[in-house]
């Protein structure tokens, strides 16, 4: 295992997870994920971020260190851009390994250090425009990102070699490989990574897109070369398209979302879906492409994925016990806490002995601000009037998603 060289003496470390586990306890990574540290040599050495005990990534991490003729012992400086236990869960074993570095993140990182890992020598507190002179030349320099995702985040930046070392910011789920450079990929391979960086996003960063784009603005003073992120590949070639990517993600909280609909349903013995039939074909109608999820067979890591980017919802399930359909009600939790706000929506679904599942539902997208064409529910089966209302639906809802700003 080799450490992968980015610029003269600057090299990246990078393992790739091929687990069962969720990420952050919560979302499934079936095509894996990459956990990227790197290395920075002067005269002293910096290590940014760190990795947990995943996979055996230390393992590797160890290996493509000695590969450059580095030992764990010999790190002058740990650089924690994130506290985030898979860029830091190893701290306590590389302390045993190496008691002398130097740890080195914002002071609310540095107060992280403190509760998660119980370490409280050897720590030292940063802010924006801080420097670290490694010596021969090379400089890093930090700054401040908050809520990018976590509070305490910061990026490292080597002016030498034009490397923003950006942790969490520019990520994506998906391992690597052998290969970790956006110049050594497909234009088929970049359209699955696109797709997972999007999904990565939705999962873990939407909630924060105004500091996205907060964070890139103070960058942009910067000659960037290359973007060095802890998940995903290293961006060397067009690390513009990784920027615009985020910043494209980030506007969709307000608005120039994709005119696409993403239908998420659930039924219990076939009549909500049948009524979904209807509504589909009005939408094809028009036109308007859409992406399909059922819950709960799907998880909703997807769900949200095509529901941050998309101007239209449909959410379709029956009545369950008085109430909506539970796998749903946690679905729209999520699109609460996600702040998958403004869209174009409409809601369908059949109820057996009696409704219910709409006042909860009204109650529920209340903060999340939709612009609701009216629901249609049904009792048991959908009979013709109730089956032209649902594809006239479909079809309305189409055109608004058609002509929305």
Known sequence: MKAFQIADSVYALHADI?????????????????????????????????VRDWCGAPKVLAAELASVGIDLAGIDYLILNHLEPDHTGWLAEFRKLNPKAEILATAKGIELVKSFYKETEGLRALKSGDTLDLGGGRILAF??????????TMVTWDAKSGTL?????????????????????????????????????????????????????????????????????????????????????????DGGREKEICVVWGSMYGNTKKGLDEVLRGIEAEGVPYTLHRVPNEDPSFILADAYKSEGIVIAMPTY??????PMAYVLSLLERKHVKGRTALRIGSWGWVGGAKKEYDELIVPLKWNCLESVEWAGGAGPETMKTLYESGRELARRVKSAP
């Open 18 to 50: 091929d687990s069962a586990d969720l990420f952050e306890g919560i979302w499934p990574i079936p095509h894996g994920v990459s956990l990227n540290s790197y290395v920075v040599k002067g005269e002293r050495t910096a290590l940014i971020d760190l």
């Open 321 to 326: 016990e008085y109430r909506m359909f539970p």
């Open 165 to 253: 070392f950006s942790c969490d910011a520019f990520g994506s789920y998906g391992k690597l490989g052998d290969r970790i450079f956006d110049d050594q990929f497909t234009e088929e391979e970049h359209a699955f990574f696109e797709k997972e960086t999007l999904r990565y996003y939705a999962n873990i960063v939407a909630s924060f897109g105004v500091f996205v784009k907060r964070a890139v603005q103070k960058l942009a003073g910067l000659d960037i070369k290359v973007i060095a992120p802890s998940h995903g590949m290293v961006w060397r070639k067009d690390p513009k398209r990784i920027v615009e990517r985020y910043l494209t993600y980030a506007g969709y909280l």
């Open 143 to 152: 700054e401040e990102a908050p809520n990018v995702h976590w509070p305490e």
